[in-house]
């Protein structure tokens, strides 16, 4: 929205004015607009009297997230001012974990009964749309007498289906459904496998108990990409407007910290071939070069393993294919840069041999890199390990070392 875009444009205090100058729709609405960080900063700092004015006219999903953020005091003073059917409904919510299927639904759900005709059902969800003021919904869902959900039935089928028709006769009995217990991930991967717009939600029962939206699911897809994109850079959790800066700090330490001990160790290990450097500088010449290209193309390979893994698209019993795919793809680009350095090479220091090792050494690194950039990952998942946490600062470090571990052991034996 718009109105919340702008809002990053005031400082804090302005924001609280502005918000008690609102219709309370509206200010709702900016609210839950709002990212994570701007959305606790206003949570924390205005008064539980304006907030109980605010969350009643907010959806019951964005309501819960809304008292999800505040601390639990806090939290639980400001449901005791509620009326009593949102905060049950509310305190339903919070009971699912924030990232299920549970957490991301909306309670009020078009549901009809399968034995209605089709005018029938039609006055039936008006008077409920108009009870609970539901702004918009894609489809009728159709459940039995005990609530279980056995089809659904598009809007525009709806419409154009004759006034005495049973639901039962129009209805899709091949309804998608997920269980309020599944991961969001999971979701967002069912929803664009499926082309859905909304998704129900049933509890072990397969009784209907909500509904997922289409932008929930965008925010979904949205924070997993977030996600993803932390985790390989090593800055996991952090926000684009990050309030804290001790937060960030210790979200970044810890990564850059791995690769301080990779660079240290590496160090140390050329001061231990320090004569052989003196004797041989035009060695140094390379040094970037060797790492860039190591890093490069084990962060590639590293990159579209996990954007693989995350999406399905690769599968760890394929495992054996992907490798071996990784690694005849890097050894033919590796082999085509190490016949364009040993001609360069030689050019540049008219030394042949040198040039022989910095080729052969940008071959092994790249070959290494990648094949490690897929290993890894992969067998990161199959232990039940997030495969993200192999890439970025540790991988990088990872292919530093071994590069020049390889660049010094062949030039060794090319010049000692």
């Known amino acids: 929205m718009d109105m919340a875009a702008a809002f990053f444009e005031f400082p804090l205090e302005e924001q609280l004015g502005l918000m008690g100058m609102m219709p309370k729709d509206r200010a709702a609405a900016v609210l839950c607009e709002l990212d994570h960080p701007a959305a606790q900063a206003l949570l924390l700092e205005l008064d539980l009297s304006e907030l109980a004015r605010l969350i009643p006219s907010m959806e ?54 399968e034995h209605l005709t089709v005018k029938a059902a039609i006055e039936e969800v008006r008077r409920y749309v108009e009870r609970v003021r539901l702004d918009e919904f894609f489809s ?104 804290s800066l001790w937060h960030t700090i210790r979200l970044r330490f810890p990564w850059l910290f791995v690769a301080l001990v990779g660079e240290f160790l590496l160090a140390l ?66 082999l085509l840069f190490a016949i364009l350095l040993i001609a360069a090479g030689s050019g540049m220091t008219g030394d042949p041999m040198l040039a022989i090792a910095v080729g052969l050494a940008t071959m092994a690194g790249i070959l290494l890199a990648a094949t490690g950039g897929t290993a890894i990952p992969i067998a990161l998942s199959s232990l039940g390990f997030d495969p993200a946490l192999a890439t970025g600062p540790f991988i990088t470090t990872l292919n530093d070392i071994v590069g020049i571990l390889v660049y010094l052991g062949i030039a060794y034996l090319l010049m000692g």
């Open 269 to 334: 290990f050329m001061k231990n071939t320090e004569n052989f450097l003196l004797a041989t500088p035009q060695l140094a010449f390379f040094f970037p070069l060797i790492m860039a290209m190591g890093g490069t193309s084990g962060i590639q390979s590293s990159s579209l393993v996990i954007r693989g893994l995350a999406t399905g698209e690769i599968a760890l019993t394929h495992w054996r294919r992907r490798v071996m795919r990784e690694f005849v793809v890097a050894l033919a680009i590796g």
């Open 140 to 243: 009728f869902y159709v459940v039995t007498s005990d609530g279980t959900l056995v089809g659904t039935v598009p809007n525009w089928k709806m419409l154009l289906a004759k006034p005495q028709q049973k639901i039962s006769e129009i209805m899709d009995p091949a309804v998608v459904a997920v269980e309020a217990s599944l991961d969001q991930e999971v979701i967002s991967r069912l929803v664009r496998d499926h082309d859905l717009v909304s998704v129900p939600v049933v509890d072990e029962q397969h009784h209907l108990i909500g509904r997922i939206t289409h932008d929930d699911i965008v925010d979904v897809i949205d924070e997993e990409h977030e996600e993803d994109l932390g985790r390989l850079t090593g800055t996991m959790g952090e926000e684009v407007r990050e309030h």
């Open 60 to 113: 019951p999903d964005d309501a819960a997230d809304m008292v999800g953020m505040m601390e639990k005091g806090r939290a639980d003073e400001l449901l005791a001012r509620l009326p009593r059917l949102a905060r049950d409904t509310i305190n339903y919510l919070l009971s699912y974990d924030e990232e299920s299927a549970g957490g991301l639904m909306d309670p009020d759900v078009v549901r009809v009964g």
